[in-house]
């Protein structure tokens, strides 16, 4: 089974950016879509972003469209969030999925911890 690991999270201005980082373990997953979504207290899962198994085609939740790019390199079994702009509504716990969907299941577990995303005004 596949685990996953995101890192890169942090505490940044408003106007800051970050790059988050998933890799994974136990198996490849170079054959999947995958994403991210996130979690701020209180409110539903959001998928955020998602990229399809070559690269080539991405999907971007409203609120995020200009400001984030995910990008993903199967030889290293990695994919990237890159945050820009960020904005306080950014705040959650991000995590990353394989066979990413745009509307994640409340009841669907993360297979990594996730990394904290919080951005003060």
């Not at 505490?11 to 136990?26: F, M, N, T």
């Not at 945050?83 to 969907?101: G, H």
Request: aromatic share 10%; hydrophobic share 30%.
């Amino acid at each position: 089974q596949v685990q996953l690991v995101e890192s890169g999270g942090g505490s940044v201005q408003a106007g800051g950016y970050l790059r988050l980082s998933c890799g994974a373990s136990g198996n490849t997953f170079s054959n999947a879509c995958v994403g991210w979504f996130r979690q701020a207290p209180g409110k539903e899962k959001e998928g955020v972003a998602g990229i399809d198994t070559s690269g080539g085609v991405t999907y971007y939740t409203y609120s995020v469209k200009g400001r984030f790019t995910i990008s993903r390199d199967n030889a290293k079994n990695v994919v990237y969030l890159q945050l820009n702009n960020l904005k306080s509504d950014d705040t959650a716990l991000y995590y990353c999925m394989t066979n990413f969907v745009t509307r994640v299941a409340t009841n669907y577990k993360p297979l990594g911890r996730g990394t904290q995303v919080t951005v003060s005004e």
